[in-house]
């Protein structure tokens, strides 16, 4: 079963209580929060105290994506703050395995993140820790970017890379996802899609994610 992941980064902030609410009833999975901060991507987002408050409102495990430097040092703010899930860059952090370890020993999944130009290679000696590795198919920073075709080779190497190693480990994809590249990404090797925009935008929020999990 394909899990779809809205960012709540294109909820409406002014109710977003109302927003992170409603996504158990349109059948979302998780709640993707992005957390950006102005250094690793030029643009600033939610922080701990965020996730704080809207952990009480959602029984959806919440996966917490560091766009951060240094994101290791920030790791037990968002463990106490209530995160199911946590990324981290490969790009921003020097000590993947120690990082990753961090996060299992807390009782939490863990996972590392590839920017568009960062080859699937890079994951290579760190895949047997992770229950997943995000692929960004934009340049991380801003929603509403358009879908970097080139992801999808990426997608399929990482797919052989862990069915080769029997591995459980999921391939989340995040930037651009609408129902036209949703297919594209699961034909090649996704189990879990990161949708802002085409879910908090659409008139039928539920019946786009149900359409995004089909890949159709």
């Not at 991507?41 to 560091?66: E, Q």
Request: net charge negative; proline share 7%.
């Amino acid at each position: 079963m394909i899990k779809i992941a809205p960012s709540i980064l294109a909820s409406d902030f002014a109710n977003l209580g109302r927003d992170i609410a409603s996504l158990s009833s349109w059948q979302a999975d998780w709640v993707h929060f992005d957390v950006m901060d102005g250094h690793f991507v030029p643009n600033l987002s939610f922080g701990p105290p965020i996730l704080s408050s809207i952990r009480p409102l959602t029984k959806l495990p919440i996966d917490a994506h560091l766009m951060v430097e240094e994101p290791s040092r920030m790791i037990p703010w968002f463990l106490d703050a209530g995160a199911d899930l946590i990324t981290i860059h490969v790009e921003a952090e020097k000590h993947l395995h120690r990082s990753l370890q961090q996060i299992h020993e807390a009782g939490r999944k863990a996972g590392v993140v590839l920017n568009p130009g960062s080859p699937a290679y890079l994951v290579r000696e760190v895949l047997p820790y992770c229950d997943l590795v995000l692929v960004m198919s934009v340049n991380p920073g801003y929603g509403g970017q358009k879908f970097i075709p080139e992801s999808v080779a990426k997608i399929a190497e990482l797919r052989q890379m862990i069915d080769e190693r029997g591995l459980a480990t999921e391939i989340e994809v995040d930037g651009g996802i609408n129902p036209e590249t949703a297919k594209l990404c699961i034909d090649a090797g996704a189990t879990v899609l990161v949708a802002g925009s085409a879910v908090f935008q659409a008139s039928d929020p539920a019946d786009m994610i149900r359409t995004l999990r089909c890949g159709k």
